[in-house]
């Protein structure tokens, strides 16, 4: 089986889609009484003992525990959690040409991502951290211009202070690994946020 068959998708109280967890992590929820399992098709839900009534179709997968073998949930509803959480946007050379906007942070010029690469502000040769206000986007000749020096032995200067965006990170669902039942659970704003980049 797949990887993909081995996570369901996490529901909060009020139906938003926030996390996928692993299908057995999903189960001790609904053990717990944490959480609910929806049938997708149907909407309809079930506590854990319901859901372990369900009869299997044949050749369904399942999993199998001491006591039970158990349809797999696809979607859980969490009882009482309702809200989004906020994910940071991850540190990424993606994400750091997209907060810089293409334009070089010491000359302001916008050459292209060829010719932009990220410059460490405290060279890592000094300790210079990778973090999201120690990168910036630099255009080749200011990069070739500061090399290993640190912003004052270069004489350079920064056109804004590097912060970690607070742009809404995308929900964290890879491409691909969708199941079908989870599409119409799954919030229209962050479907298209993830398709548009
Ligand atoms: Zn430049």
Redesign the pocket.
């Known amino acids: 089986m797949s990887v993909l068959a081995n996570r369901a998708l996490v529901l909060n109280r009020s139906w938003v889609a926030i996390s996928t967890t692993p299908v057995r992590s999903a189960l001790s929820l609904v053990y717990q009484e944490i959480a609910h399992v929806i049938l997708p098709d149907t909407y309809e839900t079930f506590d854990f003992n319901s859901w372990a009534d369900l009869k299997l179709a044949e050749g369904e997968h399942s999993i199998r525990t001491v006591r039970w073998e158990i349809k797999i949930p696809e979607v859980i509803l969490l009882r009482f959690y309702d809200r989004v959480p906020k994910r940071e946007v991850p540190f990424s050379r993606r994400n750091i040409y997209k907060r810089d906007l293409y334009v070089?942070q010491?000359?302001g010029?916008r050459p292209g991502s060829r010719e932009l690469s990220i410059d460490h502000i405290v060279p890592r040769s000094q300790g210079g951290k990778s973090t999201w206000v120690n990168c910036v986007l630099?255009?080749t000749?200011?990069n070739a211009y500061k090399a290993n020096r640190s912003l004052v032995s270069a004489s350079m200067r920064l056109i804004k202070q590097p912060r970690r965006p607070r742009w809404p990170a995308r929900f964290a669902l890879p491409m691909g690994s969708v199941r079908t039942s989870w599409s119409k659970f799954i919030n229209d704003r962050y479907w298209n946020v993830e398709l548009a980049e």
């Open positions: 070089c010491y000359c010029s630099a255009c000749n200011c």
